[in-house]
């Protein structure tokens, strides 16, 4: 009982992260948070995916951080990491 009101606060956590990923002035912050959940946000990973930038910018190393915390594949991020290596 007590583990599952844990389980429901984190994902009510997780989900509300997930939400401030959408906004450009709360992402960063929303990535980072969710870097510290593991791959308990493993459930984050498709809506980090869709705002990996297109360019350099401050969030990218949050984004591609959270990603790879929450356990998912970078694979999707290649030409994103190609690009900053070749910067």
């Known amino acids: ?3 599952d009101k844990h ?3 984190l994902k009510a956590a997780i989900t ?3 939400e401030g990923l959408k906004d450009a002035k709360t992402r960063h912050a929303a990535a980072s948070a969710l870097a510290w959940f ?3 946000a493993k459930e984050a990973v498709p809506e980090l995916l869709k705002h990996l930038p297109k360019g350099r ?7 591609l951080h959270a990603i790879r915390a929450a356990g998912g594949s970078l694979e999707p991020a290649l030409p994103l990491l ?6």
């Not at 910018?57 to 984004?63: F, K, M, V």
């Not at 190609?82 to 910067?87: A, E, P, T, V």
Request: charged letters at 30%.
């Open 38 to 40: 593991g791959p308990l």
């Open 57 to 63: 910018d401050p969030g990218e190393g949050g984004i």
């Open 7 to 9: 389980r429901d606060r």
């Open 16 to 18: 509300v992260l997930v």
């Open 1 to 3: 009982a007590e583990g």
């Open 82 to 87: 190609l690009r900053i290596l070749g910067d």
